[in-house]
């Protein structure tokens, strides 16, 4: 039986409007995210994973293409059928500081968007129950409720962005680059909370990172952006046994090896010039910098290759041996 993704992007593009033309951040992205699964969203800074995340969630207007969630074409929703879906749908960004009221103590800002969305009926009494309920799933002592952000680590601080998104119960979350600011031995700490949500809530997660290591650790499938353009998709063993791509393959040389044998091999770096998002031409993006780029490569993209298995490529030779 054909699996029913919960989120789907079909065609999605997300352009901006900048003084030298159109910025090409989204460009005709397809990607299917199942329920209970996780998605990495990979690339370098820049490629578009924010403002994918974004458009996603319509907190960007999208420029083309369509959003399903749960099969229904959320871009055609109204404001009050968006308002019933928000819910479902939240976001952890990187630097929850960024997204939080200094001025609002731990609590306050767990509770917050409940008491704007008159969970329990508005009732605070319920609402700060809920609140304290949440402080203990994700790890936060009871004796914090009533500290201010700027008095805890990063790591606890990450603690409230992830006990906010869950206040309302959602099905989905995008993670935006959730551990890229803390320190290495708080990150895996932040990522098995992560895990362990996914696993007792049913959690659906895109995860953004422009970090390997990090989303193969989380990651049911991975997706290669590379300038506005989803290059490739694979369940990950797949990908980090068989890569297609030859951005892939650069990405993938570049993770560091804990074997010290392999220490000593070459990281390559990726030469040549990045293409500019703004107006691009039809043809491939990564041909600038592409070891193995020849005239066909500079024709328009038609669809990606399907390799199966829910391994897709957007590349002319990417079913040659290179
Ligand atoms: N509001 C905006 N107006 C104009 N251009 C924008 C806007 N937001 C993003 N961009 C451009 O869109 C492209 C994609 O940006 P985006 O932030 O989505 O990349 P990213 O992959 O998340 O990068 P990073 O890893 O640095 O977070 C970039 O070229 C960026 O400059
Ligand atoms: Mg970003």
Redesign the pocket.
Known sequence: MERIPLVETRHLKKY?D?AAGK?H?VDDVSIQIYEGQTLGVV??????????GRTILRLLEATDGEVLFEGQNILKYNKAEMRGMRRKMQMIFQDPYSSINPRLTVEDIIAEYMIVNKSFGGNRREIYQRTAELMDIVGLAKRLARAYPHELDGGRRQRIGIARALSLSPKFIVCD?PVSALDVSIQAQILNLLMDLQKEMGLTYMF?T?NLSVVKHISTDIAV?YL?QCVERAPYQELFANPRHPYTKKLLSAIPVPDLSMRNKQIQPIRGEVTS?INPKPGCRFMSRCEFACEKCAEPLGEPTDFGNHHTCLCVRCREDL
């Open positions: 901006f900048v910025l951040a690339g370098e800074s820049g490629c578009g994973k924010s403002t994918l680059e953004i422009h952006m506005g998002p």
